[in-house]
């Protein structure tokens, strides 16, 4: 199986991995390659849990406001 995976970075330097296909998988490392291997074992966890709710990823769009 495959999933689409939006990686971003906190301000103190923390990557989260967040799995947009699963509602409430992701995780956290230190590391890209931490950040992937701990994913991968989220996704596993989230597929065993008996309710799991999958959306379908669309996209990404930007979106410009004026404050």
Do not use: H
């Amino acid at each position: 199986m495959q999933f689409t995976v939006l990686i971003e970075q906190d301000e103190d330097g923390i990557y989260i991995a967040k799995v947009p296909d699963i509602q409430g998988c992701y995780t956290q490392g230190k590391t890209i390659p931490e950040v992937l291997e701990r994913v991968r074992e989220a996704i596993q966890v989230c597929l065993e849990a008996e309710e799991v709710e999958s959306l379908k990823f669309i996209g990404i769009q930007q979106i410009e406001v004026n404050k």
